[in-house]
T-cell receptor, first 112, second 118 residues
Framework: SQKIEQNSEALNIQEGKTATLTCNYT??????LQWYRQDPGRGPVFLLL?????KEKRKERLKVTFDTTLKQSLFHITASQPADSATYLC???????????FGGGTRVLVKP | DTGVSQDPRHKITKRGQNVTFRCDPI?????LYWYRQTLGQGPEFLTY????????KSRLLSDRFSAERPKGSFSTLEIQRTEQGDSAMYLC????????????????FGPGTRLTVL
């Protein structure tokens, strides 16, 4: 069955450092991989999308890599700030589909 | 506020009761999705509408669950004979039509309805 794994342990990081999150998947051939941010009690908010034929995507302090051979995506938050503290979800989507299949999320806590 | 709205934000009910949730998508979005999220997990897909047509349903959507989008605008999700296992956050999302969304197809999520079944 399809499986999307994110580190369930919270990531505690010092302000200014780079946070790196992983998303691994099995039994899935996504055309698109997306990262969302979710704050407590709120719905997810879209951050970045990367296509299967792209290796890397950047947006401001965020960077995403996508390795379809390893079946893995890495999500980096550079120069992290306390306001970056949230849960980050990766989501996969097939080329012909519309639904998103989410990982369990990784909680990030940036300490001042 | 032009985002996705959901009502109610919280619902507490007793086991066996029926509940109905409403979702109002962003006005120009013709696609609407329902997801369910339990504590510490990511959202799980339940169902998807394009305009008023329900195009996909997850196996998670048992016969006690029904979703409608009668006029292609707002949607309702009803759960009949609620069980304690139905306790979760129910999220609604919407997205643009394919000709406008392109491959990005970003889904905009509402704040969710938190259901507690006692």
């Amino acid at each position: 069955s399809q499986k999307i794994e994110q580190n369930s342990e919270a990531l505690n990081i010092q302000e200014g450092k780079t946070a790196t999150l992983t998303c691994n998947y099995t039994n899935y051939s996504p055309a698109y991989l997306q990262w969302y941010r979710q704050d407590p009690g709120r719905g997810p908010v879209f951050l970045l999308l990367i296509r299967e034929n792209e290796k890397e995507k950047r947006k401001e302090r965020l960077k995403v890599t996508f390795d379809t051979t390893l079946k893995q995506s890495l999500f980096h938050i550079t120069a992290s700030q306390p306001a970056d503290s949230a849960t980050y979800l990766c989501a996969l989507r097939k080329a012909a589909g519309n639904k998103l299949t989410f990982g369990g999320g990784t909680r990030v806590l940036v300490k001042p | 506020d032009t985002g996705v709205s959901q009502d109610p934000r919280h619902k507490i009910t007793k086991r066996g009761q029926n509940v109905t949730f409403r979702c109002d998508p962003i006005s120009e979005h013709n696609r609407l999705y329902w997801y369910r999220q339990t504590l510490g997990q990511g959202p799980e897909f339940l169902t998807y509408f394009q305009n008023e047509a329900q195009l996909e349903k997850s196996r998670l959507l048992s016969d006690r669950f029904s979703a409608e989008r009668p006029k292609g605008s707002f949607s309702t999700l009803e759960i009949q004979r609620t069980e304690q296992g139905d306790s979760a956050m129910y999220l609604c999302a919407s997205s643009l039509p394919p000709r406008l969304a392109g491959t990005k197809n970003e889904q905009f999520f509402g704040p969710g309805t938190r259901l507690t079944v006692l």
